[in-house]
T-cell receptor
């Protein structure tokens, strides 16, 4: 079965640079979520989108922004990168509530290293 | 605010034994969902099982079952007949189901399970 696709899988950036992470949800899924998992930590919810509108907001820094496009894929834009942004970034997708089960299925993650 | 507590940082279990991973939660949401995810050393997050707060029966998915005790606010994961491939980090997570929208999950700190041959 098709899964969530994230690109790139690995990314190395220097401090103060910008990065863009992409997420392609499971076909028919209209909702995407972004999570950040630091080394040895649990995932922290950043932001979610349904039908291109921001739906829920977690601990996303002001330096980060995200959007969802008409084909439901999503991009997480990160600016002024800091060493502490080094983490595994997950995208998850689901159906919208009311359309049956809407468990969140995670992509393989993008490992961002800031040097 | 939601809170998930996993009190077992690590567990060692003999192959073929049953395993219970503890999870307690705290929330003021009238309706919520509880999840378990498996994260192997390769890093991916694998969805295992879901329990809705109003579900009358405990959820089961193959060798996984969720022992949901609402009054105790616990949602323990039971793995029957453990296998070497079950060695991984296991996260309990919760979602607010009482409102509209696509709510993010709140995770516990995880339990590192190691299955020994």
């Amino acid at each position: 079965a098709a899964g969530v696709i994230q690109s790139p899988r690995h990314l190395i950036k220097e401090k103060r640079e910008t990065a863009t992470l992409k997420c392609y949800p499971i076909p028919r899924h209209d909702t995407v979520y972004w999570y950040q998992q630091g080394p040895g930590q649990d995932p922290q919810f950043l932001i979610s989108f349904y039908e291109k509108m921001q739906s829920d907001k977690g601990s996303i820094p002001d330096r980060f922004s995200a959007q969802q496009f008409s084909d439901y894929h999503s991009e997480l834009n990160m600016s002024s990168l800091e060493l502490g942004d080094s983490a595994l970034y997950f995208c998850a997708s689901s159906l919208e509530r009311g359309q049956g089960d809407y468990e969140q299925y995670f992509g393989p993650g993008t490992r961002l290293t800031v040097t | 605010a939601q809170k998930i507590t996993q009190t077992q940082p690590g567990m060692f279990v003999q192959e073929k034994e049953a395993v219970t991973l503890d999870c307690t939660y705290d929330t003021s949401d009238p309706s919520y969902g509880l999840f378990w995810y498996k994260q192997p050393s390769s890093g991916e997050m694998i969805f295992l099982i879901y329990q809705g707060s109003y579900d009358q029966q405990n959820a089961t998915e193959g060798r996984y079952s969720l022992n949901f005790q609402k009054a105790r606010k616990s949602a323990n994961l039971v793995i029957s007949a453990s296998q070497l491939g079950d060695s991984a980090m296991y996260f309990c997570a919760m979602r607010d189901d009482s409102g509209g929208g696509a709510d993010g999950l709140t995770f516990g700190k995880g339990t590192h399970l190691i299955i020994q041959p």
